[in-house]
């Protein structure tokens, strides 16, 4: 089984400030993705960016970047020139490439709060 | 991509009641799945909803506790049975297409239960 592990409950930065957000994972799969995912007050969850395993470059979104390193497990989110509008839960999330149907299961991590601050 | 609406929104019950969610996607979707997410809590997988067969669950959730149904492929619904102060959370409905090169998965709004 996989699990998600984030490790800071809450993170606060000013406005126009960088923040990172940590998350490792275990698993045994060679080829999986992995999601951060973005929850405001609202409760929408809404994708904030993708990872295919098997790509060594990392993936950008605007002003969300990832560092992936495979052989440490971990994927850290690193949201730039932050916006208030960025205030939210942020979930980042596992999933195992698999054959079948079935297997695109999420498995989430704890979450991280997230505030930004004017 | 895929717009997914929930019903209701929110719901208060009364302990030992049931409470029937519905999900619908505005568009045919493979696979379809049911989250809960307890207070303050990242979000835990019920089961997933497979079109015309039973839904497949998650260690720890039962299918008489929380029937599941899928009639077609844009539409799913979650029974809370005989419920508890302890079923309170947001419920999430989810859809994705497979195969995907995406793999993304949409969300709906969500269910917020309170149980009384």
């Known amino acids: 089984a996989q699990t998600v592990t984030q490790s800071q409950p809450e993170m606060s930065v000013q406005e126009a400030e960088t923040v990172t957000l940590s998350c490792t994972y275990d698993?045994?799969?060679?080829?999986?993705?992995l999601f951060w995912y973005k929850q405001p007050p609202s409760r929408q969850m809404i994708l904030v960016i993708r990872?295919?395993?098997?790509?060594?470059q990392n993936a950008t979104e605007n002003r969300f970047s990832v560092n992936f390193q495979k052989a440490a497990k971990s994927f850290s989110l690193k949201i730039s020139d932050s916006q208030l509008g960025d205030t939210a839960m942020y979930f980042c999330?596992?999933?195992?490439?698999?054959?079948?149907?079935?297997?695109?299961?999420?498995?989430f991590g704890g979450g991280t709060r997230v505030l930004v601050k004017p | 991509s895929a717009v997914i609406s929930q019903k209701p929104s929110r719901d208060i019950c009364q302990r030992g009641t049931s409470l029937t969610i519905q999900c619908q996607v505005d568009?045919?979707?493979?696979?379809m799945f049911w989250y809960r997410q307890q207070p303050g809590q990242s979000l835990t997988l019920i089961a997933t909803?497979?079109?015309?067969?039973?839904?497949?669950?998650e260690s720890g959730f039962v299918i008489d506790k929380f029937p599941i149904s899928r009639p077609n492929l844009t539409f799913s619904t979650l029974t809370v049975s005989n419920m508890s102060p302890e079923d309170s959370s947001i419920y999430l409905c989810?859809?994705?297409?497979?195969?995907?090169?995406?793999?993304?998965?949409?969300f709906g709004p969500g269910t917020r239960l309170t149980v009384l």
């Open positions: 989810s859809a994705c297409v497979w195969p995907s090169s995406y793999n993304e998965q949409f």
């Open positions: 698993t045994s799969e060679n080829n999986y993705y």
């Open positions: 990872q295919e395993a098997y790509k060594q």
């Open positions: 999330a596992f999933m195992k490439e698999s054959s079948k149907a079935a297997g695109n299961k999420l498995t």
């Open positions: 568009s045919q979707v493979t696979m």
């Open positions: 909803a497979n079109q015309g067969s039973e839904a497949t669950y």
